[in-house]
């Protein structure tokens, strides 16, 4: 016997480690929502060098702008070009924080009309991994943030919060595979389930004799409960019937465009 | 033991650079799992039980920053090593080419478990659209990582003056197995 389990030791180590992560694996799909020590530490522990990051590609942007424009400018006068370069400096900067002021009116303005209260978080992450998508954002349970809580941006919806560490949460984008929400299309008020396909949406289980059209928008239907009614979600991009089965095959583009997610909002509290 | 220790910091550094870093510059099918590449090489160049703790505390990492659960690339990264130290014992891991070629395999392998692991366990099938089409750019994208961090390594042995060729691999050759 034990010269049979020196025999295959390497194979018997094999099957139970592969076991123990699959079990492992298993496990934590049951508990999506909740988040484990390790992964609160790994969140905590990148926070800020994510965040530390974010900060240096703003400033290697603004600096790279001004070395651009100072090519430029050395065919003019040094005085001119000091002042010019001050100037353009200021401008920039002003530019900067008026687009960001724009950003985060739109972003107000969107939360207004929700009528519930909404904390803003600035997207400092993305995911690793080409399949998954996922965002981390600069604010945790230290802001009051948990598991579950949804996450808009002035376009739409962007996703919901599934991991909580002290100053960082990560977010499952709509356009996640794993990611499934009840939706409606707004002009028809057509019922069906919103799937994630990486950069669109699919919308599942929408009955094959419901008028849907390309172009029309789809909305969250407020089933469920995590996101309120009416939120926009994609807008209507292809629309295939099949000769016989009970539902149509939708697909929409979603209207937040996640390449450029730089501020958004959690949705924090009830309908007020 | 510093080897060790110097693979885990290398990848916790990858980690951060793969969430942060990379996709300000990829989209996400032409963004390199480098952290996929430390484990190929690290299953050819640590004795197995090192092996095996650095690919479940990477794995675990990267399940922490990447996908929607923590297990999915503690499994996976599993595999890899154990299937790259089977394959390692057939093959002249010594030639540089056959390495890319292990890494081209180990990305397609990672995309096919991957699949398998969402599909059978997670039940979450579209997730199979997102992933295989890209497989194709994955292979290429990492093997020209690949090609890149390798060669770094060889310009770096050169500068300390040791284990010339691969690096590690020769280390293996000691240490293989044990």
């Given at each position: 016997m034990r010269e049979l389990l020196r025999r295959y030791q390497f194979l018997l180590l094999a099957i139970i480690l592969l076991l123990i992560t699959v079990i492992l694996y298993s496990y934590n799909l049951r508990h999506k929502t909740a988040t484990t020590f390790f992964e609160r530490a790994i969140l905590t522990f990148a926070a800020p060098f994510q965040v530390g990051v974010d900060g240096i590609v703003d400033n290697v942007t603004d600096v790279w702008g001004n070395y651009l424009w100072l090519v430029d400018a050395q065919k003019r006068n040094l005085e001119l070009e000091q002042e010019n370069l001050e100037l353009h400096s200021q401008l920039q900067q002003v530019e900067e924080i008026s687009l960001q002021n724009e950003r985060l009116r739109k972003l107000l303005a969107f939360v207004d009309d929700l009528d519930r209260p909404a904390l803003p978080a600035q997207v400092i992450g993305e995911d690793g991994s080409n399949w998954a998508r996922t965002i981390i954002i600069d604010k945790g349970t230290r802001a009051g943030l948990y598991s579950g809580l949804a996450v808009v941006s002035a376009q739409g919806v962007v996703g919901r919060i599934m991991k909580t560490a002290p100053d960082s949460s990560r977010v499952l984008l709509i356009?996640?595979?794993s990611s499934a929400l009840a939706a409606l299309i707004?002009?028809?008020?057509t019922r069906g389930v919103a799937r994630g396909l990486g950069a669109k949406l699919s919308i599942e289980?929408?009955?094959?004799?419901s008028d849907i059209q390309i172009g029309d928008l789809l909305v969250t239907?407020?089933?469920?409960?995590?996101f309120p009614k009416g939120l926009p979600l994609g807008l209507v991009e292809s629309v295939e019937k099949d000769q016989y089965g009970l539902f149509q095959q939708v697909t929409a583009t979603p209207t937040t465009d996640f390449s450029h997610l730089e501020e958004v909002m959690v949705i924090v509290g009830e309908d007020q | 033991m510093k080897g060790f220790f110097l693979f885990l910091f290398t990848g916790i550094v990858f980690a951060l650079l793969q969430s942060s870093v990379l996709p300000l510059f990829f989209s996400p099918n032409w963004r390199p799992n480098l952290i996929l590449i430390l484990i190929l090489y690290l299953g050819l160049s640590e004795n197995l039980p090192r092996a095996i703790i650095a690919s479940l505390l990477l794995g675990a990492i990267q399940d922490s920053l990447c996908?929607?659960?923590?297990g999915l690339y503690i499994s996976v990264y599993l595999v890899i090593i154990l299937a790259t130290r089977v394959l390692s014992d057939q093959l002249?891991?010594?030639s540089p080419p056959l390495l890319l070629l292990l890494i081209a395999g180990g990305t397609l392998l990672q995309n096919l478990l991957i699949g398998f692991y969402l599909t059978v366990?997670?039940?979450?099938?579209?997730v199979l659209q997102i992933l295989f089409p890209a497989i194709p750019q994955q292979i290429m994208t990492n093997v020209f990582f690949a090609t890149i961090l390798l060669f770094l390594l060889l310009r770096f042995q050169r500068l300390f003056g040791y284990?010339?060729?691969?690096?590690g691999l020769i280390y293996q050759s000691k240490h293989h197995g044990t």
């Open positions: 356009t996640d595979a707004q002009r028809t008020r289980y929408a009955l094959r004799d239907s407020g089933m469920g409960g995590v | 996908g929607p659960n923590l002249n891991v010594e366990f997670a039940a979450t099938a579209p284990r010339s060729g691969l690096a």
